[in-house]
T-cell receptor
Framework: KAGVTQTPRYLIKTRGQQVTLSCSPI?????VSWYQQTPGQGLQFLFE???????NKGNFPGRFSGRQFSNSRSEMNVSTLELGDSALYLC????????????FGSGTRLTVV | GESVGLHLPTLSVQEGDNSIINCAYS??????FIWYKQESGKGPQFIID?????DKRQGQRVTVLLNKTVKHLSLQIAATQPGDSAVYFC????????????FGSGTQLTVLP
């Protein structure tokens, strides 16, 4: 059974640009959550999507957005990139109802220069 | 805001010894806890979970203990092996409010030969 796939694995962007990251969940999983991991702040929740609807949102500025498609694949977008956005972005998928069996992908390493 | 934190940032143990990783949480409403292992270049990997109506749960070589009175969680790894070297995170969920994981800051476990 394929795991959670995140693309691309690595990205280098310039300040002010925007970026789109992709996450393909485990087949049958309808929930996708996004997390930002930095050495200073650790793992922080960005948002969760379930059945194409944002169900929960963390405390991040509006430059961070996401969406989910009908096949449960999800994308997150960061606009007007700042140096502080450099991080490992992780997505986790789960069935979305009942338990909390989150499976994480390997992440996308974003570097803003 | 409330958060989950770890007592020690690093832990070194001899191969074959038992490891104990601790975690303090502050949200008394949290009712589900998970331990994750994160190896370099990978996303967090589920180890074991426990619900707040339990105080102990065992897996293969791992045991999680929950003390709700002092809001303390621990992960015990028996007969620690080199492959156990990684960063370990505890995470909590308050299922009554939002489906998001709140992570602790992590403990780097190093297994010495």
């Amino acid at each position: 059974k394929a795991g959670v796939t995140q693309t691309p694995r690595y990205l280098i962007k310039t300040r002010g640009q925007q970026v789109t990251l992709s996450c393909s969940p485990i087949s049958g999983h309808r929930s996708v959550s996004w997390y930002q991991q930095t050495p200073g702040q650790g793992l922080q929740f960005l948002f969760e999507y379930f059945s194409e609807t944002q169900r929960n949102k963390g405390n991040f500025p509006g430059r961070f957005s996401g969406r989910q498609f009908s096949n449960s694949r999800s994308e997150m977008n960061v606009s007007t990139l700042e140096l502080g956005d450099s991080a490992l972005y992780l997505c986790a998928s789960s069935l979305g109802e009942g338990g909390y069996g989150y499976t994480f992908g390997s992440g996308t390493r974003l570097t803003v220069v | 805001g409330e958060s989950v934190g770890l007592h020690l940032p690093t832990l070194s143990v001899q191969e074959g010894d038992n490891s104990i990783i601790n975690c303090a949480y502050s949200n008394s409403a949290s009712d589900y806890f998970i331990w994750y292992k994160q190896e370099s270049g990978k996303g967090p990997q589920f180890i074991i979970d426990i619900r707040s109506n339990m105080d102990k749960r065992q897996g293969q070589r791992v045991t999680v203990l929950l003390n709700k009175t002092v809001k303390h969680l621990s992960l015990q790894i028996a007969a620690t092996q080199p492959g156990d070297s990684a960063v370990y995170f505890c995470a909590e969920i308050d299922s009554g409010s939002a489906r998001q994981l709140t992570f602790g800051s992590g403990t780097q476990l190093t297994v010495l030969p």
